[in-house]
């Protein structure tokens, strides 16, 4: 089993930045790989970034490409998200997500942390 736990969102006016953290827990962490997710009300949860083990591969959704870096410490177990010039329409709870498949099924969810950008 893997345990993810969320911190960092918060209110924030939209042009400012927030970073999101997500801490892993649990069995070897070798080979896992890390996602964030997000879901405004009334919204389906939608995929924002993703990143790979040795950090050398990532994706992001086009709604946040230019915005936000996903990034990772696996001295710490942690995955970030940089999220630069942040929008109304980034108003969600974001989820971080972890699997170790080679082609991510996201098998590990954290609790969700919440971010609303205000204008």
């Known amino acids: 089993q893997v345990q993810l736990v969320e911190s960092g969102g918060g209110l924030v006016q939209a042009g400012n930045s927030l970073r999101l953290s997500c801490a892993a827990s649990?069995?070897?962490?070798?080979?896992?790989?890390m996602g964030w997710f997000r879901q405004a009300p009334g919204k389906e949860r939608e995929f924002v970034a993703r990143?790979?083990?040795?950090?050398?591969?990532?994706a992001y959704a086009d709604s946040v490409k230019g915005r936000f870096t996903i990034s990772r410490d696996n001295a710490k177990n942690t995955v970030y998200l940089q999220m630069n010039s942040l929008k109304p329409e980034d108003t969600a709870v974001y989820y971080c997500?972890?699997?170790?498949?080679?082609?991510?099924?996201?098998?590990?969810w954290g609790q969700g942390t919440q971010v609303t950008v205000f204008s």
């Open positions: 990143i790979n083990w040795y950090g050398s591969n990532m």
């Open positions: 649990g069995r070897t962490l070798s080979s896992l790989n």
């Open positions: 997500a972890a699997d170790f498949s080679v082609v991510p099924r996201w098998n590990y």
